[in-house]
């Protein structure tokens, strides 16, 4: 079943023992892990990870795990990601079977409405989805203030909107800036304190991921000669690869709901006006300059680009420095194509 917005935090926060199988998915896909996260939490279980490959290939182990009893007594919850309607005659058996002694989590990103995997998650009652989107203008500098709040911080309007910015849209990277101004701070629940521009200035991301972020900003701005000057500059055998794809993830986050606001009817200096002091003034002319390149469509097939290779690159042997350049320069000449 879906997951009402109004009762999503206490389904989360004190799961219902009858459901065995919940689905995070949509367009926000840091937004689904932090949700899945928040119910591991719930659950006070401990994340036991499992393949969908594993799951495609025997669609009973899924079940069969689910139904065995830990061997060390705690409580789990298999988990798996990203998850897809290959996972779903596994699920269905899940569903299906007389008992289950640990919940299954699964995370994806965007699901079509005619997805077996949703179909299932939202038509059975043990059974519990939701979908995340990318927020965006206010409602992500709530988001901020109520993360803030939730390690301790007084988040200010002006440092949400500049957090905000930084993270364009991520919730996984807001918490982990807002985790180490309170860790700077020494702020708690029980001991909050107020966040203040000094130490946003002394710690923030935007103080240090300018280089990391020129690379990417090259390719997107397709501005070939430049970036593989620049890829000619890393060092060799370096580790460069995963922070200069997380930058490039940040920039094209910040720019898809940017860009699908233009598609409603909006001017690209209309919506650069509205972003007031949540972009950097030396950020603008790069926006817009990206914004007039890059349709929608085509940013959404580079942001999958980005994440499959990141994946690729955390989860087997690949050589980062090729496959890095290989990508960038495609985004490159992307942009310089006329649509």
Known sequence: MKAAKASLGRALDQPDPAVRFYLFHGPDEAGSRALAERLLKGLAAEKFAMLSQAVK??????????????????????????????????????????????????????????????????????????????????DLERLVVELGRGVGLRVPPELAQRIAAGAAGNQAIATQELTKFALYLDASSDNPRELDPVTVDLLGADSVEADLMRLGDLALMGRLDALLEELGRLPHGGSEAIPILRALQRR??????????????????????????????????????????????????ATTRVSQLERQIMLRPLADEAALGETLVTLARAAGRKR
Do not use: N
Request: with cysteine.
């Open 57 to 138: 290939s025997d669609p009973a182990a899924l079940a069969d795990e689910a139904g065995a009893i830990s061997l060390f007594g705690g409580r789990r919850a298999i988990w798996f990601e990203p998850a897809s309607d290959e996972v779903s005659e596994g699920v269905a058996a899940l569903l299906d079977a007389p008992a289950c002694e640990s919940p299954v989590i699964a995370v994806a990103g965007s699901l079509r409405k005619t997805s077996s995997l949703l179909k299932l998650a939202e038509a059975d009652p043990a059974a519990l989805s939701h979908i995340s989107y990318v927020p965006e203008g206010r």
């Open 252 to 301: 094209l986050l910040m720019l898809v709901p940017l860009r699908a606001r233009i598609e409603r009817g909006e001017s690209v200096d209309g919506v650069m006006t509205s972003m007031g002091k949540a972009l950097f003034w030396k950020d603008k002319p790069l926006l817009q300059r990206m914004l007039s390149a890059w349709p929608a469509e085509r940013l959404a097939e």
